[in-house]
């Protein structure tokens, strides 16, 4: 499959249109941007690391029953998927409370919750994404009643699935956000990526943080962490095909 023009830089990834006009190609790079892109730098290796546990745990997911864009990894940072429609929600599943949620309820980080909570953000930089609900997103015509129900039953089936999988890696999994797009017949399947970009990855023993906050907090040896968690993540896989 060729790459034909830029569709989009966004940034952690470019987006390439083909040759095929229900499919994309994605490529990530090592660029890195926190609090709606105040902060920007390199992790060295991000991009490739990020674009194969991406495709392994949409994988997975696919086996277990949950449709997602992926086709097929090109090269180190490159994989074609299929073309959607984003929905325009950043879709956050959270466990633990950390980051946004224990500043706005004043809720120590690592709080269990008896149960995983859902909330929605309007994906729109300029507004710097704004919290909704469902309601919402409706009014604001950004997905219909029915596709918003089976984003809710996705994004917790998916939950289910990468914790019980982040487990047995050693990794507890805090938080993530996914996002969903429609295909041009309407499906609603799950989009972008799954990353340590995208998703809070604590050791379940030292509860030492695996993820971009190593970033965002400057906590140092973001890198290591990006490949140990990758490591963790391959050796589990290997361990399963025997
Ligand atoms: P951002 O737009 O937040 O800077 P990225 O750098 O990750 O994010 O850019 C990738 C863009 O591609 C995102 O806007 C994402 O919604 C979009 N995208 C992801 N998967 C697909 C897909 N299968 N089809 C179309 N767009 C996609
Ligand atoms: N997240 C993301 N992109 C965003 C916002 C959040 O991938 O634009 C992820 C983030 O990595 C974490 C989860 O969503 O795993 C919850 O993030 P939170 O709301 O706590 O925001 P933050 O602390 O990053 O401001």
């Known amino acids: 499959m060729e790459k034909t023009d830029q569709l989009y830089e966004g ?5 390439f249109k083909t040759d095929n006009p229900e499919m994309l190609i994605v490529s990530y790079k090592d660029d890195a941007t926190a609090f709606n892109g105040l902060k920007k730098g ?14 392994l745990l949409m994988q997975h997911l696919e086996s277990q029953g949950i449709p997602t864009h992926f086709i097929k990894e090109l090269n180190d940072r490159e994989t074609l998927v299929k073309k ?9 599943i959270r466990n633990i409370a ?9 809720v120590p980080e690592g709080k269990v919750f008896e149960s995983p909570t859902i909330e929605f953000s309007y994906k729109n930089d300029e507004l710097g994404d ?3 609900n ?18 809710k039953k996705y994004a917790f089936k998916i939950n289910d699935l990468l914790k019980a999988f982040w487990s047995e890696c050693g990794v507890t999994l805090v938080d993530f956000k996914i996002e969903f797009g429609r295909l041009s017949d309407g499906t609603v ?6 990353s340590p970009d995208t ?3 604590w050791d379940s023993e030292t509860g030492k943080k695996l993820d971009k906050d190593r970033f965002r907090r400057d906590l140092g040896n973001v890198e290591d962490a990006y490949h140990e968690v990758m490591v963790r993540l391959q050796r589990s896989i290997e361990s399963k095909k025997g």
């Not at 940034?11 to 987006?15: N, R």
């Not at 959607?84 to 956050?92: F, Q, Y």
């Not at 950390?98 to 004043?106: C, N, R, V």
């Not at 469902?134 to 984003?151: D, K, M, P, Q």
């Open 130 to 132: 704004p919290l909704c």
């Open 84 to 92: 959607v429609n984003i929905l325009p929600l950043e879709v956050i």
């Open 98 to 106: 950390a980051g946004s949620f224990s500043k706005h309820y004043g």
């Open 11 to 15: 940034k952690a990834k470019k987006v």
């Open 189 to 194: 399947v799950l989009a972008d990526e799954i």
């Open 199 to 201: 998703c809070r990855l």
């Open 134 to 151: 469902s309601y919402h997103a409706i009014a604001l015509g950004l997905c219909s009643r029915e596709e918003i129900e089976t984003v």
């Open 42 to 55: 390199t992790i060295a290796g991000k991009g490739v690391i990020n674009n194969k546990m991406s495709n």
